[in-house]
């Protein structure tokens, strides 16, 4: 059974049609790439889905239950985390705190808790450290753990984003564009990172990238997306040599 | 190139950090022996000295009453000030940071608050005596404390969660008013409510009750600007408040049974020292501690990036919500304490001069920050003090002062900065 599936999404802004009939449907622990030229409309599936824009027709379920009319942050505590194409880091909190914060709807004190600093609210910040380190350690930014964000390099700053993003404890992690602006060598690292927390996280990936490489190495299937439509879904085999997609979007680069 | 400035390292910060070095190893508890010491020393042959260096009486505050009043006397105030605080006050801390940092390393051995509550009774105690020389320090003194409360709890608003809200003063008097009405009907014979209900002595006592009622009027107040504020995306919290202000401020001078514009007068003077000193001390605790909390620092995401925020599992409503509630809490309760300080409260007290001096409390200290809001309540305070005989014209200088703030710090002077009581307790090096 699939752990995602959104069924004939059409999203118009305005008499734009950003995104029209998309389906979707992710297995648990699947890796997914969805490519497309830019305005194609990808960043705007990660919105629908998360929430952020609510799709002016079809249906999005995860776990089979609807997720249409919830609110951004009830969609990401359910399970769906995401990152950001032009990363939304809170510019004033460290590294450390960036984590620490995604944990805040598994956080077990309320407001009192805060206000009086009870022993399970420093039981549960302790936790929440600890947890949040060992994420850091994973992403290779624990280095950085009390430096503010707006410090860091691109690199570094991308993994802090995917770190706080699997500190929500995603079923399905949405990445887009996550080697933008990085170095080579930050390319191959970022291989290495997602197939470390795939494995040791179970999580499901849905993955935008315009480097055509990547998405070929790392995803099992991808869809092709143009002008809100797509033109061309299967194995990365298939995609490559699919004669729609060499037209539409890879005829300009190369396919290596 | 680039090098030549390695070789002749510029004198002032040369001068700075050996200062700095050498005060490193003293530890709060080394400075308030200190401060006692000074506090003592004035106490005891204040009054002397004054005479010697031609001064009328003590300098209240330190001399800044005296700077336009009568410049003349400002340098011999000075001399006072460096004789009986800062002589002592260096000597003695630097001299008894070796004992001191042993004795705070002890007491790091024991649960924090134990530590943090005897060195709040040593402030205490200074403070107490310092305020003994003259009843008008002692009012100072009472309202910077009641300042500080009402800063730090807009810092929450306008710095931690980083909206603009001027509704304070509005708070701040619906507190006043919640807390004198219940004094007033429980507690005292009055032309307004008539007989006490309860007996007067018991008063005091209830004096907590009073300032939480204060508190929850505020922070209902704060609920009716919440809901239109934060239900539509956009500024509108600047205009609602600053709305909502106003609207207070006229109700209440519409209400023939609190005194309308005339004012409410006559409550028990419940805000002692004792009391404002612990009111303030509960409120940084409290606020100190929400927002070092995980839930607390939801406020500084919503700030910082209410899309990431939401995509993080952040419940951006609620927090703004809880935030501007809990602001408005505090805001109250130093409206309560203010009205039993002051005992006579009038609607035209709370309107847009109190805003402007809260503002630049906030601004100026720094935002995001304990530390900025108290140093921001006690340095606006005192320039307002000094400024008094400019009458009006005060409000030319505050604001020039704060564009110049906002120009060379936009953050204001300590912003940004953690408040760790711990550490502030604990032992240095
Ligand atoms: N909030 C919005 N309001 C109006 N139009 C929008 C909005 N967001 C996106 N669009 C439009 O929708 C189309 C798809 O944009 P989207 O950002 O999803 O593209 P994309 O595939 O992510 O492109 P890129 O590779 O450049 O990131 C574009 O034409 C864009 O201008
Ligand atoms: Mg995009």
């Not at chain 1, 979707?24 to 969805?34: F, N, P, T, V, W």
């Not at chain 2, 305020?131 to 009641?146: H, P």
């Not at chain 2, 969660?161 to 009405?181: D, I, K, N, T």
Request: aromatic share 10%; glycine share 8%.
């Amino acid at each position: 059974m699939s752990l995602l599936q959104v069924e004939d999404m059409t999203h118009f802004f305005g008499g734009l049609r950003a995104v029209s009939g998309y389906r979707l449907s992710i297995a648990a622990g699947e890796i997914r790439g969805l490519i497309g030229p830019n305005g194609a409309g990808k960043t705007t599936i990660f919105n629908l889905i998360t929430g952020i824009h609510t799709p002016t027709k079809g249906s999005i379920r995860l776990e089979n239950r609807s997720l249409i009319g919830l609110r951004p942050h009830q969609i990401a505590a359910r399970g769906l985390g995401r990152t950001f194409q032009n990363m939304l880091l809170w510019r004033h909190m460290t590294v450390l705190e960036h984590v620490k914060l995604a944990h805040y709807a598994q956080l077990k004190y309320g407001l009192a808790g805060a206000f009086f600093g009870t022993r399970l609210c420093r039981a549960e910040e302790e936790r929440v450290e600890e947890n949040a380190h060992r994420l850091l350690e994973t992403f290779d930014v624990a280095r950085f753990a009390h430096q503010n964000v707006t410090q860091l390099p691109y690199g570094v700053q991308r993994r802090v984003e995917m770190a706080r993003a699997m500190a929500t404890r995603p079923k399905i992690l949405f990445l887009d564009e996550p080697t933008a602006g990085m170095t080579p060598e930050e390319l191959v690292q970022m291989i290495g990172i997602i197939r470390q927390i795939h494995s040791e996280f179970k999580v499901a990936i849905l993955l935008i990238e315009h480097r055509l490489k990547f998405v070929m190495e790392l995803c099992q299937r991808i869809q092709t997306l143009v002008f809100g439509e797509v033109i061309a879904e299967g194995t990365p085999e298939e995609i490559k040599n699919n004669p729609q997609v060499i037209e539409a979007y890879l005829g300009k680069e190369e396919v290596a | 190139m680039g090098g030549s400035d390695l070789n002749q390292p510029m004198l002032k910060p040369v001068l700075i950090k050996r200062l700095r070095d050498f005060f490193a190893p003293v530890p709060a508890l080394a400075w308030l022996a200190g401060i006692l010491c000074a506090v003592l020393i004035e106490y005891q042959w204040g009054d002397a000295l004054a005479v010697a260096l031609y001064l009328p009486k003590v300098p209240p505050l330190f001399g800044a009453t005296l700077v336009l009043k009568q410049p003349l006397l400002f340098p011999w105030a000075m001399l006072f000030v460096c004789l009986v605080y800062g002589v002592p006050i260096v000597l003695i801390g630097r001299l008894t940071a070796g004992p001191a940092n042993r004795a705070a390393a002890a007491l790091g051995r024991m649960p924090v608050w134990v530590s943090v509550l005897l060195h709040l009774l040593l402030l205490y105690i200074a403070l107490h005596i310092w305020t003994e020389t003259s009843d008008y320090r002692l009012q100072v003194a009472k309202l910077i404390m009641i300042a500080v409360m009402l800063t730090l709890s807009l810092n929450v608003i306008n710095g931690y969660m980083g909206e603009f809200s001027c509704s304070h003063p509005g708070f701040m008097a619906l507190g006043a008013y919640m807390a004198s009405v219940f004094s007033l009907l429980l507690f005292k014979a009055d032309r307004v409510f008539g007989a006490p209900v309860l007996p007067e002595a018991w008063g005091p006592y209830f004096f907590p009750l009073a300032l939480a009622a204060g508190g929850m009027a505020a922070a209902l107040g704060a609920l009716v600007v919440a809901i239109p504020s934060f239900r539509t995306r956009g500024d509108y919290l600047a205009i609602i408040s600053l709305a909502f202000m106003f609207i207070v401020k006229s109700a209440i001078e519409n209400i023939d049974a609190i005194g309308g514009p005339r004012g409410l007068g006559g409550q028990p003077h419940w805000s002692t020292l004792p009391a404002v000193f612990a009111g303030m001390s509960l409120c940084i605790w409290i606020i100190n501690n929400f927002v070092r909390s995980t839930l607390g620092k939801a406020l500084n995401a919503v700030r910082d990036n209410e899309t990431a925020a939401e995509a993080m599992t952040v419940n951006t409503r609620r927090t703004k919500m809880v935030a501007f509630l809990f602001g408005a809490f505090w805001a109250g309760v130093a409206g309560g304490f203010y009205a039993h300080e002051v005992r006579h409260v009038t609607p035209g007290g709370f309107g847009i001069q109190n805003l402007a001096e809260v503002l630049a409390m906030v601004y100026f200290g720094g935002l995001n920050s304990v530390v900025g809001s108290i140093v921001g309540a006690v340095s606006i305070s005192f320039l307002s003090e000094i400024l008094k005989p400019l009458l009006l014209y005060k409000w030319i200088v505050i604001p020039l002062i704060l564009i110049l703030v906002m120009i060379f710090r936009p953050t204001g002077l300590i912003a940004f900065r953690d408040f760790d009581p711990r550490r502030i307790v604990g032992p240095r090096r």
